[in-house]
């Protein structure tokens, strides 16, 4: 616990609740062992400091612009790629190795930390760890981040095509680290498929690759 409290660079008056925050479902149920309860309250902590910050950050755009950055800096593919890089996949307690891989649970430990970092060290504690790791996703200079879905979904309205669809191809790994193949059709247009952790990283990797073919540039150009 000391090298990951060296890691977030905070020291826990109260380990438990650390402790508490990387321990899977699956290692005990008791509710004030798991990091279930710490997840509720990490969740609504990491959604009122990333407001905040996106809020101050762009002064200057309206409510339906802060909400698209809001929701790709606070979804679960990117709270679980923040969880990898805090290192905290490597402290999980689970029965099982593989959760440590599986976006699902790497999203509810990250949050589940943060709502620890709340209870031991108060309000401004939580959120200025959010903001400090979250800050650097911020591009100040982009349009708001657009996923892949909905760009075909506009795309292909635009080009007077069918609207986009999606299908599970197949699935392959063991339960707690699965890895999807989705496929994506449009009426007239050749199948894409595409592959990823879940079904939505799939559907988007399908996504771009039918943008590529369609020969719309994908991102914030």
């Not at 710490?38 to 400091?49: H, N």
């Not at 190795?97 to 949050?111: A, T, W």
Request: hydrophobic share 35%.
């Amino acid at each position: 616990m000391r090298e990951l409290e060296a890691s977030l660079n905070y020291s826990f008056k109260n380990p438990h609740l650390l402790h508490q925050a990387l321990t899977h479902t699956s290692k005990t149920g008791k509710l004030s062992e798991n990091y279930e309860r710490l997840e509720f309250l990490g969740d609504r902590v990491l959604g009122v400091s990333v407001a905040e910050m996106v809020y101050k950050v762009f002064p200057d755009e309206p409510e339906g612009n802060l909400s698209q950055r809001f929701m790709a800096l606070v979804c679960k593919e990117t709270v679980a790629e923040m969880a990898l890089k805090l290192g905290l996949d490597r402290y999980i307690m689970a029965e099982s190795i593989d959760v440590r891989h599986n976006d699902n649970v790497l999203c509810d430990v990250c949050e589940a930390v943060i709502g620890a970092l709340y209870l031991d060290g108060g309000c401004e504690t939580a959120i200025h760890f959010v903001q400090q790791h979250w800050r650097p996703l911020v591009d100040t200079h982009t349009r708001p981040p657009k996923d892949a879905k909905t760009q075909l979904q506009e795309a292909a309205h635009e080009k007077g095509l069918s609207a986009p669809r999606y299908a599970e191809i197949g699935r392959e790994g063991v339960e707690h680290n699965p890895v999807f193949h989705m496929q994506v059709e449009i009426d007239g247009i050749e199948p894409q498929s595409g592959s990823g952790r879940n079904k939505k990283m799939a559907e988007q990797n399908a996504a771009e690759k039918m943008l590529a073919l369609l020969g719309v540039e994908h991102g914030n150009k």
